[in-house]
């Protein structure tokens, strides 16, 4: 057994020794290629989630805005007896207010349930149409990770195959395209599940907005109805 004496200088070329730091980047592109077939549904579902997302923001922004004055205007028509210039104003309004408040004042004359029910059934309408396409976030929400880890399962069965007619020299680099394609396809569909899951939940929320403001106005307009005619 032989004891290594270490010297002042020794040590001090050991200080002295630069630390050589590699540092390796992999562009975006090229590791989303690394993770094989299984990315290619995954961007089909990101591209239409985010279509989605956008495209229903941007109608249920346009349903939550109220013409000033729309309901107070409403009420003087009702009040002066000009039922023909409510209609009027509710038909050139584009927005689901007052196409639910149109339907009631098509319905004056009638018993005030039927004029409730008529209401009702559009306020449903036009929510149900708020609610359009919405079950597709949700279902890329549920189904992005399933295909994600679709892709761990088809990457690992690469890395053993590789393995199983290696033989005795089993080395990195033949495991690397297996292993690449079982965690690139995880970290995808995590994020796609992610980004529709968040999406779908912020959307929800907006649409509850609206469908609380639908409910401000039937009632209103229906106390509207059965204010005494001064």
């Given amino acids: 057994m032989f004891l290594q004496i270490t010297t002042p200088e020794t040590v001090e070329q050991i200080v002295q020794t630069p630390l050589v730091k590699t540092t390796e980047s992999i562009p975006i592109m090229e590791l989303a290629f690394l993770g094989g077939w299984i990315m290619i549904p995954l961007l089909f579902l990101l591209v239409v989630a985010v279509y989605i997302f956008i495209e229903r923001l941007m109608i249920i922004n346009q349903s939550s805005k109220e013409q000033a004055n729309f309901m107070s205007t409403i009420r003087d028509f009702i009040h002066d007896g000009r039922i023909d210039s409510a209609k009027a104003l509710c038909a050139n309004t584009n927005s689901p207010i007052a ?59 690469r890395v053993f195959f590789a393995m199983a007619h290696a033989g005795g020299s089993v080395e990195v680099a033949m495991l690397s395209g297996g292993m690449y394609e079982a965690m690139v396809t995880t970290v995808a569909g995590l994020i796609v599940g992610i980004l529709a899951y968040v999406g779908y939940n912020y959307l929800v929320a907006r649409i509850e907005k609206v469908v609380f403001i639908l409910e401000a106005r039937a009632t209103e307009f229906m106390d509207l109805l059965n204010e005494p005619v001064k």
């Fill in 99 to 157: 196409r639910m408040i149109g339907k009631g004042i098509s319905r004056i004359g009638k018993p005030l349930n039927d004029i409730n029910a008529a209401i009702e059934n559009v306020g449903k309408f036009e929510v149900a149409k708020l609610e359009r396409r919405l079950a597709w976030l949700s279902t890329t929400a549920g189904a992005a990770p399933m295909i994600g880890f679709l892709g761990t399962v088809t990457g690992m069965i």
